[in-house]
């Protein structure tokens, strides 16, 4: 019997598509995104138990507009469309789409027909959020309409003999109210899945699968860095082999203040993992004398990083896997983004590639947040399961400049004051990232009647949902006030502090 019932959402490149995943998540039914163009036996193979169409922004006559292989529709599972999802649902199966009269944004009153189950529940008047110039005009032979409104003739449309639905509104939007329950009704009433995915059941099918690709001998490694994702990826991991994992957790010198500690009290003690700490501080320290351009930086960090690892993996004898913390965003980023390098990133315990080793992601499939269950599932502390997003070059890129040990240290300070005081204040959760940075500058002050020559710290706070873009975090006055004395009264080697307003872009969330 299959266990998990699952959602293919095809992917027609609308931006709402991720959106689409997370709503159908939390309705507890397991989803995927694919990209339209899936071979036909690709998709079958992989067994989906309802089709969602997602949104587009090209018109579905126009040249080179995305289509999906006809067969989709013989697979005998239920298919919702949205928005473009919907056009294209009507002119396959034999309907008319045209330019609408008017363009349709924003929020609109739509009016249910006649009784379905897709609808069931909604208000007979009800808003949603249209985004489209395109209409269907004609439905194809078998489909009825099942909502309008004063400009659409058909802002839904179903054929429940094959379970066939079409939404030309977005039922994903917090702008729908009613969406969440159109999309329940799709998946409970119309699918009729039980609703049964929640993290725990997906540790318990991610440890046996782990287990199975392992069998009972191979031996896996995991860079450990003491964030969330190779914090969980490696928890669960250690559930499903125990010793057989190893974690090597690099201290390249750039950490927050406590954070080895921290971690290796949490895995090593807490978990009782097999743990390889290594203190490489003086060897980054020295590739980074002298070097001020961020990309270069960035560069010597991310490659000795690499360097480091590989030479504690290798005394590490036979080793076939190497487990990496990869989320969906990633996945589904790699996939299509073509975005200009801004930075080079590079995450810790990234892949080697001549280490041949097999790769198992094992948060592959998971939104953050989701991650963060799992984290809490399986016993890591709330502190770790909550931390900030923190770059693998750490400190490094926040020490603007030449890295010395006397600024990473004037640093760390300044950052555990602000992280302390935003965790009293309550604020850490709501903020995505918070931290300190150290520009490369010093200013005159006064201190108890001297002249002193010291350095500023900056404060950066950000709201985001993936890091792509940001936006700054009003703090409220009193407890930016709280930070500034701390930090000039505590740090003798500060006497200045400035609040960072900029969102991204045009600035980015770190400063190197
Ligand atoms: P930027 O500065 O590009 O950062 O706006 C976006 C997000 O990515 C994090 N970041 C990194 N994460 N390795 C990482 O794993 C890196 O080299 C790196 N650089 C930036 C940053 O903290 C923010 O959350």
Redesign the pocket.
Known sequence: MKTTEKVVILDFGGQYTQLIARRVRELKVYCEIMHYNIPYEELRASAPDALIFSGGSASVYAPGAPRCDPRFYDLQVPILGICYGMQLMAVDLGGVVREGLRQEYGKTNLFVQGKNELLAGVDQEFTAWMSHGDQVITVPPGFTVIAGSGNTTVAAMADPKRKFFGLQFHPEVIHTPQGKLILSNFLERICTFSGKWTMENFVDSSTAEIKGMLGPHKRVVCGLSG?VDSAVAAALVHRAVGDRLVCIFVDHGFLRKGEKDAVLATFARGFNMNIIAVDAGEEFLTRLRGVTDPEVK?KII?NHFIRVFEREAEKLGEISYLVQGTLYPDVIESGTATAAV???????GGLPEDMRLGLIEPLKYLFKDEVRQVGLELGLPEEIVWRH?????GLG?RVLGEVTPEKVAILQEADAIIIEEIKAAGLYREI??VFAVLPDIRSVGVKGDRRTYAHTIVLRAVT?QD??T?DWYPLPYDLLGRISSRLVNEIPQVNRFVYDLTS?PPA???WE
Do not use: C, D, L, Y
Request: no cysteine; net charge positive; charged share 15%.
């Open positions: 964030g960035r991310g801004i930075k080079s990133h590079h995450n810790v997003p923190f770059p693998g070059p890129v995505w990232q985001s890091g792509m940001a991204k980015t969330i770190e």
